[in-house]
């Protein structure tokens, strides 16, 4: 049995999860989210929802912890939120935004210019003597780890300075570089 998917998750006071053929919406103070689901039946009994699966088949045994933490974030989402940091590394490695425009120079020729969905806050931090820091908050926890990963793949930390994007507390692996 998987010993994520038979966890039953609380609902949380001002979060109401409906339920209907194969569509679980999840409506909260920050937002609504919806998710489909398969292969797996969700209830919803007295403040909580319990996930279970049709047999134990190979498929049936993936989805059954898959969809459980799918709705977990879901709820964790549209009640507290989820944010993440990444910190520019690097001499003149700027960020600024102007709303949802963010504005990164990251030693290139050119500045990168990204438009951010509007359900992520984009806010960036620069303060004298330390990294500059682009600090994203929202409620769907899927689509802030795809901006943040996408932010973090135009220039990637480097093993030898640790010059790049990386992610607040990352420990970067370093490599020792030639020796005299």
């Known amino acids: 049995m998987s010993r994520i998917g038979k966890n039953p998750i609380v609902v949380p006071g001002g979060v109401t999860v409906d339920v209907t053929d194969a569509m679980v919406t999840v409506k909260g103070k920050l937002g609504q989210l919806t998710q489909e689901f398969s292969d797996v039946t969700v209830k919803v009994e007295d403040g909580q929802v319990l996930v279970e699966r049709y047999s134990d088949h190979k498929d049936h045994r993936a989805k059954h912890g ?3 933490s799918l709705i977990n974030n879901m709820i964790v989402g549209v009640s507290t939120g ?7 590394v690097g001499v003149g490695y700027r960020a600024s935004n ?3 425009k963010l504005d990164l120079a990251l030693g290139f020729s050119h500045n990168i210019v ?4 509007s359900e992520v806050i984009l ?3 620069s303060e004298k003597g330390k990294n500059p820091i ?6 769907d926890k899927q689509l802030l780890g795809q901006i943040a990963a996408k932010i973090r793949g135009f220039r990637k930390p480097e093993p030898y300075k640790g010059k790049g ?3 607040v507390g990352e420990v970067l ?8």
């Open 123 to 125: 806010e960036t931090i």
């Open 165 to 167: 994007v990386k992610f």
């Open 82 to 88: 989820f944010t993440k940091e990444l910190e520019l």
């Open 173 to 180: 692996r370093r490599k020792a570089g030639k020796s005299a």
């Open 66 to 68: 898959l969809y459980r």
């Open 98 to 100: 102007q709303g949802q």
């Open 134 to 139: 682009v600090k994203l908050t929202s409620f």
């Open 114 to 117: 990204l438009e951010v969905a």
